[in-house]
């Protein structure tokens, strides 16, 4: 699939990124999202469920509830910082791990997604 170019590029100033069009603006993730803490939940207290717990690695047990709204960002804190996973549906964020879901965010979260995770995203 070929997309027209736009008439004008300019360096984005990051190295995975390349170049973008001209009239683009490049910004840091937590400049266009606030970031929610992730909540405690050890394992043993986790009751039988089919919700995805996610972790800075991705997702790391399940649970019977959801502490986030679908769809979902999660971003590494602890370990894997900085690192992005995505998911269609509600998850339970934990406090090794950051959530951005519509609740605190305006922006297209798939695009969010996409134009923030250059190498290190992971989609589930």
């Avoid at 549906?89 to 297209?108: K, L, N």
């Amino acid at each position: 699939m070929s997309f027209p170019r736009y008439p004008a590029y300019k360096d984005s100033g990051v190295e995975w990124l390349g170049e973008v069009p001209e009239h683009w603006s490049i910004t840091s993730l937590k400049r266009r999202a606030r970031m929610i803490y992730g909540d405690a939940l050890a394992a043993d207290a986790r009751q039988d469920g089919e919700v995805a717990v996610y972790g800075s690695n991705g997702i790391v047990g399940y649970h019977n509830e959801a502490n986030t709204e679908e769809p979902l960002v999660v971003v590494g804190r602890k370990g894997s910082h900085g690192k992005l996973v995505w998911s269609d549906t509600a998850g339970f964020v934990i406090d090794t791990a950051y959530a951005i879901d519509s609740r605190v965010c305006d922006e297209h979260l798939r695009w969010l997604f996409y134009g923030s995770s250059g190498s290190h995203g992971v989609q589930l």
